[in-house]
């Protein structure tokens, strides 16, 4: 099975300031990573798929890259609706999930 | 708009069974595989069945196989999740997922399974 190891697990970030979480897969997986948000109380939303192709209706400051086994989420510049947790998905073999990554505003 | 609804939350005891369903609309349910996924309290995501948009095949996470069992009714655009033998490590929120190529691209809002004595 493929382990997903997602860092950091919490992070506290300015409004403005450019921001990356870091997933890294135990085997490749060929690009095939996603990256959801998950605000309180409410459903997961896709962000970002395959890798850097940015969902339909989500902000341009939200972007994805990687490939083999290292996949980077950044946010180029925080905006206080960003508050959330944010984590990873690996659907080359199966489906496996980063542990999460709680960000906050300072 | 696409929406995933999920209904069947309670608390149940060990070994008892429970029913989850999840109803979708604004999209065409019966072309879509559709998953289950959960999250236990202070756990990370677990994905643990997947039904074809057909019902052909269903897969399973081996923590659940042979205890759960993942089902759909197109004409009703609803999914389910059956779930028998319950133990306390299936304590999780629970969550119905429309699958496709690209992984799961939306998701319900979970409804809490609680497995207690």
């Known amino acids: 099975d493929i382990q997903m190891t997602q860092s950091p697990s919490f992070l506290s970030a300015t409004v403005g300031d450019r921001v990356t979480i870091n997933c890294k897969a135990s085997q490749n997986i060929n690009k095939y990573l996603n990256w959801y948000q998950q605000k309180l109380g409410e459903a997961p939303k896709r962000l970002i798929y395959?890798?850097?192709s940015l969902q339909t209706g989500i902000p341009s400051r939200f972007s994805g890259s990687g490939s083999g086994t290292d996949y980077t989420l950044t946010i180029s510049s925080l905006q206080p609706e960003d508050v959330a947790t944010y984590f990873c998905?690996?659907?080359?073999?199966?489906?496996?999930f980063g542990a999460g990554t709680k960000l906050e505003l300072k | 708009e696409v929406q995933l609804v999920e209904s069947g939350e309670g608390l149940v005891q060990p070994g008892s069974s429970m029913k989850l369903s999840c109803v979708a609309s604004g999209f065409t349910f019966s072309n879509y595989g559709m998953n289950w996924i959960r999250q236990a309290p202070k756990k990370g995501l677990e994905w643990i069945a997947l039904?074809?948009?057909?019902?052909?095949?269903?897969y399973y996470a081996d923590s659940v196989k042979g205890r759960f069992t993942i089902s759909r009714d197109n004409s009703k655009n609803t999914l389910y999740l059956e779930m028998n033998s319950l133990r306390s490590e299936d304590t999780a929120m629970y969550y119905c997922a429309k699958g496709g190529r690209t992984g799961f691209d939306y998701w319900g809002q979970g409804v809490m399974v609680t497995v207690s004595s």
């Open positions: 998905l690996q659907h080359n073999s199966g489906y496996t």
């Open positions: 395959n890798t850097n």
């Open positions: 039904i074809y948009y057909d019902s052909s095949s269903k």
